[in-house]
């Protein structure tokens, strides 16, 4: 039984990787279609409390006129005014950094008020201030009492907040600035490919190679500008089905079993539902990208088995930008190759694994590419 309720309650689950992203999917998408102030910040403590399974979450913003803090939305309680710095949440916005505790009560920083006010107890508290595009705090959230057995938020739950802070905070100038907020799509993308490839021990980098390669050969083929930009934006989740695949599989350091392989293969399919119900243009174009990277030109990749045309050409350039990047990088089951090997190997695979005109327009554009190379270079190896 939860000690801030005073009903018995039964106490919950963190959200799995492939719950998270549906959560993160489904709030961002009716955020960006949203431009009422006040309803996009009721979606944005939805999606907080949901992120990081807590009873509510509070979004503050800052009342320069009055030196005040406030709350336009906090769940099951009316607005909220507090003097600017005071409380934790107060402590966070004038520091500009994230606290979370246990124990509410066990911090002198902590407001007791509202609790007076409500009957409510508040035990474990989470906060993280928000920013703008020029990196002011304007605000924060605030997660209040973890609802799982332990009661207390971790730091998993401190990264997860802090990505929706991120994007909300953009947000929010965005709305009030009646402004697009598709740039702030890409970050949330990149982002989570992020945590894909994180997930087996690759390092951020190379999601961001792979989007620079994937966008310097879509140029290089002649797609419009903004075609090429939203490919660049999309590739980045090309193996963000890798969140529902086991560790065992992805960390392995020797050669994976047929049926451990059979398994790694379904992160595709699992990329491409994950991604494939949403209305937004890059969203759809990574499904695509997360479904289709690993078919090739002569039929025998996976999962479909699709050939030359059939495969759509944003997985022609991934395949060809992912594999060059791998290739290239250490990982925990092999060594990276030298440069001359993997161009070999390219042009073998031409016509076989490789779309012909990407390959030739690789080795066109093979000075650019070796330039993202040069200046995204992994600073640490991998364990």
Known sequence: MYEYFNEPFSFKLDLTPEQML????????????????????????????????????????????????????????????????????????????PIFIDDAYGDPRHNPESDKKTGYRTKSIMTIPFRNNQGEVIGAYQAINKLTQKQSFSTQDMDYLTLAAAYSGKSLESIMLHQEIIETQKEIILAMGNIGEGRSKETGNHVKRVAQYSYILAAGLGMSQIEAERLRSASPMHDIGKVAIPDAILQKPGKLTAAEFEQMKEHCTIGYRLLRKSKRQLLQAAAIVAW??????????????????????????????????????????????????????????????????????????????????????DLFETE
């Open 22 to 97: 549906k959560v993160i999917f489904e709030y961002t998408a009716k955020i960006a279609t949203e431009k009422k102030l006040e309803n996009v910040l009721v979606l944005m403590a939805n999606m907080g409390r949901d992120m990081v399974v807590a009873d509510r979450c509070t979004v503050w913003l800052i009342d320069a006129a009055n030196n005040e803090l406030f709350t336009v939305v906090t769940h099951a309680i009316g607005e909220i005014r507090i003097p600017y710095g005071s409380g934790l949440v107060g402590s966070a916005i004038s520091t500009g950094q």
């Open 292 to 377: 289709q990277h690993h078919e090739k030109w002569d039929g025998t990749g996976y999962p479909q088995g699709l050939a030359g045309e059939n495969i759509h050409i944003y997985g022609r350039i991934t395949a060809l930008a992912d594999v060059f990047d791998a290739l290239g990088s250490a990982r925990a089951y092999k060594e990276a190759w030298p440069l001359e090997r993997i161009l070999q190997l390219i042009k073998e695979e031409r016509g076989r694994h490789f779309d012909p005109r990407v390959v030739d327009v690789f080795f066109e554009q093979l000075p650019l590419i070796l330039d993202v190379r040069e200046q995204n270079e």
